[in-house]
């Protein structure tokens, strides 16, 4: 998998795949991860990157130009299956969308900031526009970020125990249940009995009814859907 990330802060996304599971997977070339200073395509000679919103409205829009440049640079070196923008007004992003994006070749995934990007860039080449929860960032970094750091971990081979992922919250559309480690007891703190019993049929229904009771407790409506 190849992603491009555009963005005017580079420093804000390189941080999270400079760790762990994410690093690891872009060392061992499960995905490339390319991130590109938008600030870099603006032909101006102020390099400016937003202008005002027509109609009056607050705050700065990014414009077309460097984006658009981008965009068709990135386009003409070969095909893209999604070219995402990462906005509070779209749909929410799950762990279904995490499954759908983690089978895709080539994506990009466009940062906004201020008061977001010029409409028309919307309408003529993003494909798909993901919000990760309904509150307002300052800019789609931390989103993007997010998306890519669920998406790159269900790519084959990235988990070192593949089972893990299908384990995950959300997989089977219920929460985890709970995990213990050692000690069995911790000053009186025990760890469920069955746990302990190696009976893997039992442990098994008890994880299940579990997960079953964490997520009617927690999230009830997801036993709806
Ligand atoms: N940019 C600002 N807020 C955002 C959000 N909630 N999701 C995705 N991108 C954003």
């Not at 269900?154 to 213990?180: H, K, M, N, R, W």
Request: with cysteine; net charge negative; hydrophobic share 40%.
């Amino acid at each position: 998998m190849r992603i491009d990330l555009l963005t005017l802060f580079p420093e804000i996304v390189e941080s999270p795949f400079s760790h762990s599971m994410i690093k690891r997977a872009i060392e061992k070339e499960y995905v490339e991860l390319f991130i590109h200073n938008i600030r870099d395509y603006s032909t101006d000679k102020h390099r400016s990157v937003d202008d005002y919103a027509f109609g009056g409205a607050a705050g700065m829009v990014m414009m077309i130009q460097p984006i658009e440049d981008l965009i068709l640079k990135l386009k003409s070196e070969r095909d893209y299956d999604e070219i995402i923008y990462m906005t509070p007004d779209a749909k929410v992003f799950d762990q279904k969308e995490a499954n759908n994006l983690s089978m895709l070749q080539n994506i990009i995934i466009l940062c906004g900031h201020y008061k977001g990007v010029d409409q028309r860039i919307r309408d003529h080449y993003i494909t798909k526009e993901i919000s990760i929860g309904d509150y307002v960032l300052t800019g789609g970094e931390l989103a993007a970020a997010v998306v890519i750091d669920s998406v790159v971990r269900l790519i084959p081979g990235v988990l070192s125990d593949e089972t893990s992922a299908l384990t995950d919250s959300f997989q089977d559309g219920l929460l985890s249940p709970p995990v213990y480690t050692r000690p069995a007891n911790h000053n009186g703190w025990v760890v469920p009995e069955i746990l302990l019993s190696g009976n893997e049929k039992k442990i098994n229904e008890w994880r299940e009814n579990m997960s079953m009771e964490i997520t009617r407790k927690v999230r009830p409506e997801l036993l709806e859907e």
